[in-house]
């Protein structure tokens, strides 16, 4: 039976990855995937962590299995990180996960198993993973228009008359921060109007978190899960400490779920236990005890919070940079909307065609959507990177 299955295409990031990995042309660029690197190109291990990882691996008293809902340390650290004090424990539980995409598949598969007739509602543009891990759980997506005409903001009106078509306990996915493809975000106000239109509406709100700390800062990044908390709103957050941490390989999230009241509580949580209990069992402790421990210490969380102000402050930099150089190679200020956005990612505004001229003619590597990771550029690379750009456009 197995000789009739056929080969699956490659992952559109992913497999772009492997694509660059075998490429030998030495000046080669690689802006697909989504990770962190310094000047030099390399995605480091933060101080912070290393120092954490060494005195948890001189201390960890056992293998055993954690519970279920994971390290209780971390998950506690966690929820205060992104929500402070607006969420109360008793109308909350925060469990961990594998990654942010971890959160993610336990969230669509609580969801397919209490509300199976919903619907998740994807920002168009999203991260190319959102809809396959809503169809790998049974839940079917539709999309909401998010940008304007000219993808320089986010059109409010477009992205609510779309959702007035979504039914009552339907799911709608928000990036938190640093939207992923388009690094364009809601504003405090578009939060706010938000709040109310789920409220009105009885729709679910899910929000991405993948990204807390690489926008404006951790607190700024957090305005929009801690609005939600503040209004007493039922809604679901996946974080991830992949960017953050810096710590990608170690899979490290956490799924979040806010209720009306503390009486669904307890319900809630035996649910999810069972849609993490079939799926992954319980969760990997590594990476967990070193968050927990760096978010626990005051020296390490202040070292790891000036690490993180690096990497966030590197990534504005090449925003400015690249505008700078694109301005330089084709005379207008064409990309200076590169500089208001926020995060690892913008889109170039290129085609496919031109996405396929800068790898097979420059070596530079992009997903075809035109999506480019700007925390992979480098300012001694980017003359190249803007004259190969202008020379496709």
Same mark, same amino acid.
């Given at each position: 039976?197995?000789?009739?299955?056929?080969?699956?295409?490659?992952?559109?990031?992913?497999?772009?990855?492997?694509?660059?990995?075998?490429?030998?042309?030495?000046?080669?660029?690689?802006?697909?995937?989504?990770? %962190?690197?310094?000047?030099?190109?390399?995605?480091?291990?933060?101080?912070?962590?290393?120092?954490?990882?060494? @005195?948890?691996?001189?201390?960890?008293?056992?293998?055993?299995?954690?519970?279920?809902?994971?390290?209780?340390?971390?998950?506690?650290?966690?929820?205060? @990180?992104? $929500?402070?004090?607006?969420?109360?424990?008793?109308?909350?539980?925060?469990?961990?996960?594998?990654?942010?995409?971890?959160?993610?598949?336990?969230?669509?598969? $609580?969801?397919?198993?209490?509300?199976?007739?919903?619907?998740?509602?994807?920002?168009?543009?999203?991260?190319?993973?959102?809809?396959?891990?809503?169809?790998?759980?049974?839940?079917?997506?539709?999309?909401?228009? %998010?940008?304007?005409?000219?993808?320089?903001?986010?059109?409010?009106?477009?992205?609510?008359?779309?959702?007035?078509?979504?039914?009552?306990?339907?799911?709608?996915?928000?990036?938190?921060?640093?939207?992923?493809?388009?690094?364009?975000? @809601?504003?405090?106000?578009?939060?706010?109007?938000?709040?109310?239109?789920?409220?009105?509406?009885?729709?679910?709100?899910?929000?991405?978190?993948?990204?807390?700390?690489?926008?404006?800062?951790?607190?700024?990044?957090?305005?929009?899960?801690?609005?939600?908390?503040?209004?007493?709103?039922?809604?679901?957050?996946?974080?991830?400490?992949?960017?953050?941490?810096?710590?990608?390989?170690?899979?490290?999230?956490?799924?979040?779920?806010?209720?009306?009241?503390?009486?669904?509580?307890?319900?809630?949580?035996?649910?999810?236990?069972?849609?993490?209990?079939?799926?992954?069992?319980?969760?990997?402790?590594?990476?967990?005890?070193?968050?927990?421990?760096?978010?626990?210490?005051?020296?390490?969380?202040?070292?790891?919070?000036?690490?993180?102000?690096?990497?966030?402050?590197?990534?504005?930099?090449?925003?400015? @940079?690249?505008?700078?150089?694109?301005?330089?190679?084709?005379?207008?200020?064409?990309?200076? $909307?590169?500089?208001?956005?926020?995060?690892? $990612?913008?889109?170039?505004?290129?085609?496919?065609?031109?996405?396929?001229?800068?790898?097979?003619?420059?070596?530079?590597?992009?997903?075809?959507?035109?999506?480019?990771?700007?925390?992979?550029?480098?300012?001694?690379?980017?003359?190249?990177?803007?004259?190969?750009?202008?020379?496709?456009?």
């Amino acid at each position: 039976m197995l000789e009739k299955i056929s080969v699956a295409p490659p992952d559109p990031i992913l497999g772009l990855t492997d694509a660059f990995r075998k490429d030998t042309r030495p000046e080669k660029i690689n802006l697909g995937v989504g990770i %962190y690197q310094d000047e030099t190109g390399r995605t480091p291990v933060l101080a912070s962590v290393k120092r954490a990882e060494h @005195l948890a691996w001189q201390e960890e008293p056992t293998k055993e299995y954690l519970g279920i809902g994971g390290d209780p340390l971390f998950t506690e650290r966690i929820r205060d @990180l992104v $929500f402070g004090e607006t969420l109360p424990a008793n109308r909350s539980v925060t469990m961990q996960a594998p990654g942010g995409t971890g959160a993610l598949r336990i969230a669509a598969d $609580f969801l397919h198993q209490q509300f199976p007739q919903a619907t998740a509602w994807l920002s168009q543009p999203t991260w190319a993973n959102h809809p396959a891990i809503f169809a790998a759980a049974g839940v079917p997506s539709r999309d909401y228009g %998010y940008l304007t005409a000219d993808s320089r903001a986010v059109d409010l009106n477009k992205m609510m008359d779309n959702l007035r078509e979504a039914r009552e306990g339907d799911v709608v996915l928000l990036h938190g921060c640093c939207h992923n493809p388009s690094g364009v975000d @809601l504003t405090g106000d578009q939060w706010h109007t938000l709040a109310d239109f789920f409220r009105k509406h009885r729709l679910l709100p899910l929000i991405d978190l993948a990204y807390q700390g690489f926008g404006d800062g951790l607190e700024p990044d957090a305005i929009g899960a801690r609005h939600f908390a503040q209004q007493g709103l039922e809604f679901f957050t996946a974080a991830s400490c992949s960017k953050n941490f810096g710590i990608y390989r170690e899979r490290v999230g956490a799924l979040t779920i806010a209720t009306e009241s503390a009486s669904s509580i307890e319900a809630v949580t035996s649910q999810v236990k069972v849609a993490v209990r079939c799926n992954f069992s319980n969760p990997p402790a590594h990476g967990a005890a070193v968050v927990a421990r760096v978010l626990g210490d005051s020296l390490l969380r202040q070292l790891w919070t000036q690490e993180l102000d690096t990497m966030r402050g590197r990534i504005r930099d090449m925003r400015d @940079l690249f505008a700078a150089e694109m301005q330089l190679a084709i005379g207008t200020n064409r990309f200076d $909307f590169i500089r208001q956005q926020r995060g690892m $990612f913008s889109f170039a505004g290129l085609t496919p065609a031109q996405v396929d001229r800068l790898r097979d003619e420059h070596a530079i590597y992009m997903v075809r959507s035109g999506r480019m990771n700007v925390a992979g550029m480098c300012a001694a690379t980017l003359p190249r990177l803007a004259q190969a750009i202008a020379s496709v456009l």
